[in-house]
């Protein structure tokens, strides 16, 4: 029985599937935590993603032995920087890590927004990993000069696996300095964050095609992972173009998907710039291009109000569902550490229109509809970018185990909504790349084998749906 892994490295765990490649049929699963964050510092130690991948391999227990391909879908933006003999300089800043807000203002101002949208597809935003490296430039540049590679999360995970400094274009296409259009680098835009980009061009990973190899797995790896050594590894990609390959996402389809933040994407033959900076023109992880709304607060705040008000995630669900339909004023504005779309790192939340009379239910309702209604803000934005949504909408992501979540997406879209059976779309994409780059199968032809994509259509139920979203843009836009 040949199997194939995918590596989901998040900001929150590791996560590993193997599944086999004749039918996608899922016969073993693992997953280790990583240390916890608290924006608007966010740091990781990548030493830790890697004793998260050793351990959620191991959880495989003998169906190592028949593994015949891997590859890692990481966390989009984070930077990790290396020096000489390996080691990282200094923790990784995240995606979520907002610190580099003020440079993040300085480099679309030196350049403009049009110009970094025409450059790389997107206007970076705190949360863009080159926003970052100006960082460093500003505030720890003795810990730059030592560095010899510039990494992404998934880059520095192949990089333990197989020893090569690559990347692919997916991945790079969210650092701030790489042109998905035109696939390759620009040292402008490197440059504007270090200064120069004389001597940076070279601490970059190479840019791999999505059928390429990374490498094959060392010897030592092997016997480390308990895997067959010299097996081949996958380039590697983002979060987000994994989840795309994982769905098996077809032109027009949406997915929505509901993690610690929320992104809102589709597929796309064709690139997409948005000088206004709600889209981000990224490149997927099989040729096209993948347009993506990034919301930074997702549920994370439904978590926190279930705290507050002594309950889980389950609890406060069910009680959104207990909740009367209708729009009584009651708007809830998830901006709790600062928000990527809209472009406000130093926003908050807060609760509009409460009255002694409002009710628990009502509160939990309130809670599950401003965060999806943030994403369906992303929805409306890649409508006005020319991106086809005219499909499926896929919910995906811890939150869309969610009956609250399900309902009020369903709802506040006035439209089904498809959650699909395979509940870690990110690990099946990595599955999938790894199964393609082992010459085993196409992404299509993978995505129709594994009948990815699959799963139970929710309809809607209230008729508040254009209501709630009309309250909520009245209330953001005042913000």
Known sequence: MELVVGIDSSTQSTKVEARTVDTGRIVGRGAAPHPPTAPPISEQDPAAWWQALVSAIGALGDHRRHVAALAVAGQQHGL????????????????????????????????????????????????????????????????????????????????????????DRGDASGTGWFDPSAGCYRPELLGAAVGSPDGWMERLPVVLAPDEPAGELTADVAAELGLPAGIPVGPGTGDNMAGALGLGLRPGDLAMSLGTSGTVYAVSSTPTTDESGAVAGFADADGGYLPLVCTLNATKVTDAVARWMGTDAVGLAELAQRAQPGVDGLVLVPYFDGERTPNRPDATGSVVGLRT??????????????????????????????????????????????????????????GPVVVPDADEAVATGAAVQAAAVAGLGSPAELARRWLLGAGETVEPVATDGAAVRAAYAEVTRSE
């Open 80 to 167: 990790v920087l290396v020096d000489g003999a390996g080691t990282p300089v200094r923790p990784a800043k995240l995606w979520n890590d907002t610190t580099s807000a003020p440079e993040a203002d300085r480099l679309v101002s030196v350049l403009g927004p049009a110009r970094w949208a025409q450059g790389c597809g997107s206007v970076p935003v705190a949360s863009f990993t080159v926003t970052k490296l100006a960082w460093m430039a500003v505030h720890e540049p003795d810990e730059l000069a030592r560095t010899a590679r510039v990494m992404l999360p998934h880059d520095y995970l192949t990089w333990r696996l197989t020893g090569a400094h690559v990347t």
């Open 357 to 414: 009379g409002t009710s628990r239910e009502r509160l939990a309702r309130a809670a599950h509809d401003g965060v999806l209604c943030g994403l369906f803000d992303g929805v409306a934005a890649l409508d006005r970018a020319g991106v086809d949504t005219s499909g499926r909408l896929l919910l995906v992501g811890g939150g869309a185990r969610s009956s609250a979540y399900r309902q009020r997406a369903a709802d506040l879209r006035g």
